[in-house]
């Protein structure tokens, strides 16, 4: 039956060239892919076109003068970028491993993304310890921002997210963040309402 996929097989999308899709998939994907594996991905019969499709990218990188390649690696392709790159590459490394957050950082910023504008001394009510430091952490990564201050006994400074929080997560505003009934405890049955 002509049209058809075979069985199994993802559909590739009309009049895209096979390397293009390789190309993607490769860029995509956070561990080597096999010339087996690419085939299934792009719905072709066998692994020789992705082989072609894979040399041809090569030697496009190569006569472009491109940061990377496609490398051989335990059994699979993955785009890596040059050795003489890898004091660039180091310095980027360094600076997400000093991003990461701990599990107190993130709890508070969870609270202050839900609860804003909301002050240290109800966030440390929710959390039950002491946050202060997390909160000039938070706010010296620009996650977090005073929005200005309670007008109640002392003035107590408001916090809230910044537009760098909305970057870090991927979101275009708070109205993405999930919505509580979203969430479920762990063992918790999908259907069953959040506790």
């Known amino acids: 039956m002509s049209g058809e996929q075979p069985s199994g097989r993802a559909p590739r999308a009309d009049r895209t060239p096979l390397k293009r ?9 956070d561990r080597p892919l096999s010339a087996g594996r690419l085939a299934q991905l792009c719905g072709v019969e066998g692994s020789g076109q992705v ?11 190569e006569s472009r003068g ?11 392709y993955q785009v890596l970028t040059l050795g003489e790159f890898a004091p660039y590459v180091e310095r980027l490394q360094e600076q997400r491993r000093e991003q990461t957050l701990s599990k107190a950082a ?29 909160l000039r952490s938070l706010v010296e990564r620009r996650l977090i921002r005073i929005t200005g201050r309670k007008d109640e006994l002392g003035r107590p400074m408001l916090y809230g997210t ?34």
């Open 106 to 134: 993130l709890e508070t910023l969870a609270i202050v993304a839900y609860r804003q504008p909301i002050t240290r001394a109800e966030i440390e009510d929710i959390r039950g310890v002491q946050c202060g430091h997390i």
């Open 21 to 29: 899709v390789v190309e993607a998939l490769l860029f995509s994907a």
């Open 51 to 61: 082989r072609d499709a894979v040399a041809e990218l090569q030697s496009e990188y």
């Open 66 to 76: 491109n940061a990377f390649r496609i490398e051989k690696i335990a059994g699979g």
């Open 162 to 195: 910044s537009r760098q929080f909305l970057e870090a997560f991927g979101m275009g505003a708070l109205s993405d963040l999930p919505r509580r009934e979203q969430f479920r405890r762990p063992g918790q049955a999908p259907d069953a309402p959040p506790g």
